[in-house]
């Protein structure tokens, strides 16, 4: 009798604890999930890297698109130094119009002078200039002076927005190289409509207007190239873009005149 009460305590005290386990396990489950109902849910995205240099690009773009305007760039302060015979103390920056230069060998420019690429865009000037100013001015015999500048031929296709955001950072970057040069922002030269591309012929006239407006914001000089040759379309490839060795010479007149002209308007 002793042993079957003393059974029936067992298993009443091990109910009693089995019961205070149950109840302790749900108490804790509902204190877990208060505690995470109540802290933020972060979800972590996959971080897209841009591997072309043209999408690293487009992140300056801006929504909407500069509005053409006609501006007429003042002449800042001639530089001390003039422009020598043999064009040694100038550097020409630019695209496969620019590499003309180059090819036509029919004007005093030196192929040590020309930094420009083939299908080059604006936003890569800096780099056909590399980093060695030293080395730059060395070839041009310690003197860089004078840096004429030509970008469009392969950039109509982006918003004038960015083509300006691009070409003001590579003012800024040939100031810090060459503080002492005075900087020369050409016009875009006409272009052929093709049946690809039919409006070709009206983008020199946009891309122009955002070149004039740059130079009057960082206070260089603007060169109207295009409109300072006659007949300059006639000179145009079957391209309808690149031009015939003879525009160069003609160019290299419309630098010499233009800074005759410059020269003279600030002594009268």
């Known amino acids: 009798m002793k042993k079957t009460k003393t059974r029936a305590l067992v298993l009443k005290l091990l109910l009693f604890v089995s019961l205070i386990i149950v109840l302790l396990h749900f108490d804790v489950r509902a204190s877990n999930d208060a505690i995470s109902k109540s802290l933020p849910i972060i979800v972590s995205e996959p971080i897209h890297i841009s591997e072309s240099i043209f999408e690293a690009k487009a992140e300056f773009e801006v929504a909407s698109e500069d509005k053409a305007t006609s501006i007429s760039a003042p002449l800042p302060?001639?530089?001390?130094?003039?422009?020598?015979s043999d064009f040694s103390n100038v550097l020409f920056i630019g695209d496969s119009i620019t590499i003309g230069f180059i090819?036509?060998?029919?004007?005093?420019?030196?192929?040590e002078r020309v930094y420009a690429k083939i299908g080059a865009h604006v936003f890569e000037g800096s780099n056909l200039l590399g980093g060695n100013s030293n080395l730059i001015i060395d070839r041009c015999n310690g003197s860089v002076d004078y840096i004429f500048v030509m970008f469009g031929a392969n950039d109509y296709g982006?918003?004038?927005s960015a083509y300006k955001n691009w070409y003001k950072e590579l003012v800024k970057s040939i100031k810090q190289m060459f503080p002492n040069a005075q900087i020369v922002l050409q016009s875009v030269l006409p272009m052929n409509s093709t049946a690809a591309e039919p409006?070709?012929?009206?983008?020199p006239q946009k891309l122009n207007s955002v070149v004039k407006a740059v130079a009057i914001e960082e206070n260089i000089q603007y060169l109207d190239v295009s409109n300072s040759i006659p007949n300059l379309r006639q000179l145009l490839h079957?391209?309808?873009?690149?031009?015939?060795?003879?525009?160069?010479?003609?160019?290299?007149?419309?630098?010499?005149n233009n800074q005759?002209?410059?020269?003279?308007?600030?002594?009268?």
């Not at 302060?77 to 020598?84: E, N, S």
């Not at 005759?260 to 009268?268: I, M, R």
């Open 238 to 256: 079957t391209d309808g873009l690149h031009f015939k060795p003879e525009l160069y010479p003609l160019w290299i007149t419309v630098i010499e």
């Open 199 to 203: 409006n070709r012929d009206q983008q």
């Open 103 to 111: 090819n036509a060998h029919n004007t005093p420019v030196d192929k």
């Open 158 to 160: 982006y918003k004038m």
């Open 260 to 268: 005759k002209q410059h020269l003279n308007n600030k002594s009268g």
């Open 77 to 84: 302060t001639p530089h001390p130094q003039r422009i020598k």
